[in-house]
Each structure stands twice: as C-alpha cells, then as structure tokens.
C-alpha cells in the first residue's frame, strides 16, 4: 500500500509539470502573435498614404451670402469655411489656421476687391488649429463675425484671408487652395432698419430737468435717471462709455441757445459714472447723475447746464444725432429746502425739566449729537408755526445714542391752518431705526400749504421712555 501512493504523488506530479509546459507554450505563443500583430499595424501605418488638404472655395474666394452657407443672430454672423481633404483622413492630425491681412490689404489696393475692406480682427473670432478626424474628408472651421461690424460698415463688403499651414502626420498642403478670401456682403446680411442704433432716450433736443417725478431729491444732492435706449432686438449683454461732454453744452450757451445760462463742472457740480451696462435682452438700460444741492444753490437764478456723450459701445452702433444728451436744470424745482429754523414759534406737548441737557429745544438744534428725552412717555407731539403758509413734502427723523426701545415707533405728520384743526398728511406705522444716529428721510404727497406742522408720537419701541435725536421739515419743489 505504501508504495502505491508514492507511485500516485509522482503522477499526480508528472501531470502537474505538464499542465506548467503547455501553459508556458500558449503564453509564449500568444506573446508571439502579438508581436506580429503591432508588426503588421506599424508596418500598415507606415504605407498609408498622406492626404492633401486645402480650403473649399470658388475662385479662391468664400462670398456671404452666396458661396457658402451662413447663420445670423443679433449678435453674431456665422460662417463656414470648410477644409477639404484629398482623400478620408488616415489617421487623426491637426493643421493650423491663420489669416493674411497683407493679401487683403494688397487686393483692395490693387481693386481686385471692389467696395470691400479689411475685416478688423476685434470684430472677429477664429480657431487657431483644427482637428482632422479618421475617416472625414471634409471639416468645417467656425468664423464668427461681430454683428457690430456688419452694422459698423453696413453698405461696404468686409473682407479676411483664411489661411491653413503645417498640417500634421506628413500630409500635405495643397498650395492653390492653402488661402481663402471670406467677402462678407454687408448689405445682403441686413437690412437698414435691421441695424441696433444706441441712443439717449430724451436726446435730439434740450432736455429740461425734471421734465417728470422720477428724480430724487435729497438735501445734499439730486439724483437724476438718465436712459438709453438700444434700437431693434435686444440680444446679449454689452456696455457703453459714459463722460461729459462739456464743448457741446459751452458752444450752445456761447450762440445765444440759452438765456443767462452756466455750464456745470463735471466733479465740481456733478457726477455721472464711467460707463453704463446693458443686461442680455433689455432695451433701455438708467444710470443716475448726481448733482450737488449746493452747486443748484448757487446758480438758482441762472439756468445750469451740462452735456453728456455715449462712446465705445461693446456692440451696436452709436445714433451720431442722439449721441449726446444736453439738460437744462430749473433749481427752483429740484432744491430741496430744510425750513425747519424759518418758524416763528416751536413748542411741544411736554417738556423734560429733569434734564436741561435733553429738553424739547434739542429736537429742532440741527444737532444729531443732542436729543429730546422723556419720561413716562405715552404720548407727545412737537409743533411748529410759520409767518405764512408753507408746503411740505418730506422730513428727516434722526435717532438718539440710547437703547433702541426709546425710539418712536408709530406717529404721524399733520398740518393745520389755525392750530386746532389737523390734517393727517403722514402716517408711520411699526418704524424702527437700523442704528444709532441714523437719519431716516420720509417724503409724502402734498401741495397744500399750512400754517401749522405737528409730529405726533403715539408709540415707541418698547418700555416709557421717548427720544429722539432731530426732527427735520423740508420744503420740496
């Protein structure tokens, strides 16, 4: 029994060696059969036969509209320029893309392009390189034309020399076609009333100021919205310039066009930002001129004008006749007066005789550093009286230094002709100050004039105490 099983390992080792050596033979002649395969694979890579690649023209010229397909949108013009190959590409390879302004300029000088000029590279975007793909034999390069430039030159024909070099994997360049001369017809693309023409909204005349209520008043300053508009379909978003353009304004008031009129100094009398933005698909875009009360102030008596211009829009064209605005300000309707100290007599429904520092006088000081306090407050108003009726529409409310709880809450503003009988021209509800020392504005719609005005407090924040530190009324034009 012993010596079978010695016979039975020695043969189960005997097949274990064979099993070993058949493996080893199959992976060697796998290995072997690989290596013929990359053999045959380089030695049929090097026998494909290169191509020739040139672009597809007529005439060696590309004609839009006509000789090649193109696609418009309100922003750009898209056109085809196709690369041409001999025969299906082998094998994946690039070649580059360029242009040749000098063919272009030497053609129009030489007029073998009649009408046409060179398209600036600002008003265009093209490839540097293109990717030829196994088995294509044509390929499309995108040429995208600024609309801005169809519009810029509408009437004349745009003109750029495609050019193509070093095309990869030894193929070649056919050298008839290596360049391509794009004619872009602008007239056939649009119409004239297709062109996007930028303008002022209120240009092509003196625009007096205001002329409308959407400009607001304020003691220090005015602000002004001025619009722009932008002609036809609105596409992406773009900017413009913004600056004054004080000749234009100078040259009216020197030919007699204003009478007893003076030019306004951009950052001595006003301000207006460099530039403005248009968001995508918006026609009129605003922005704000700020001019200081004081400088309307000053020239009260005269008639202050100044002059803006639009430059260098993104896109689109400028309105040459409605490029620049001119606005004659009337002061008498844009300054904002504080008659609080014009009064003839201030007085309230309680005093503060604990306190000589926060009496009732402190609310009217034109000091926000001082304030009107009170104890056990329920309610309180504070009147004044004028020498003769007054109109109103606006007033500040300043906040004092302590807690916020003291602060007024709900009130409301009343004018009276005799002193007993009270209109209600404001009401306040639920207010709170977002910080200490902080003058809040409140204006109101009202053209009566009255003899008498009242703040009447009816609620604070919270507990019994009641200040404040200034209480402002101002006349509004």
Known sequence: MEGYGSHRISQSANNEQKNYNMSRYIFILLLLLMCSCHKDEKFNDEKLTAVSVSLRSNNGQIAVPGGSSYTRSVD???????????????????????????????????????????LDEAFYQLPRSAEIRFGIDTFTIPLQVSMQAIEKYYGSKLALAVTLSNPGKNNTLDAAGATAIVVINTSEIIRPEDIHYLSFTEAGKIWPVPSGTDHILGTMEVTIPVSVTLGGVAGGAFSLNL????????????????????????????????SLSFPAGINTAKFNLVVKTSSLQKYAANKPVLAVELSSPTKHLLDSSKRVLVMELDPTKLIETDITNTNISYKTQYENTSNANETSGKLVDNNINTKFLLFNFSTVWAQLEFATPQTTGAY???????????????????GSDNGTDWTVLDTRTNQAFGSRFLTVKYTFSNQVAFKFYRLNVSAVGSGTLFQLAEWRLLKRP
Request: aromatic fraction near 6%; hydrophobic fraction near 45%.
């Open 243 to 274: 600056a004054a353009f004080p000749d234009t304004a100078q040259a009216l008031i020197d030919n007699g066009t204003f009478n007893n009129a003076v030019l306004l100094k951009e950052g001595d009398d006003y301000s207006l930002p460099a």
């Open 396 to 414: 500040t409310m300043t906040s004092a230094n302590d807690a916020p709880g003291r602060d007024p809450k709900n009130w409301t503003i009343e």
């Open 76 to 118: 750009y013009v898209m056109v085809p320029v196709q690369v041409v190959l001999s025969a299906a590409a082998p094998k994946i390879f690039t070649v580059d893309i360029g242009v040749n302004n000098d063919t272009v300029t030497q053609l129009i000088n030489n007029q073998q392009l009649p009408g046409a000029m060179l």
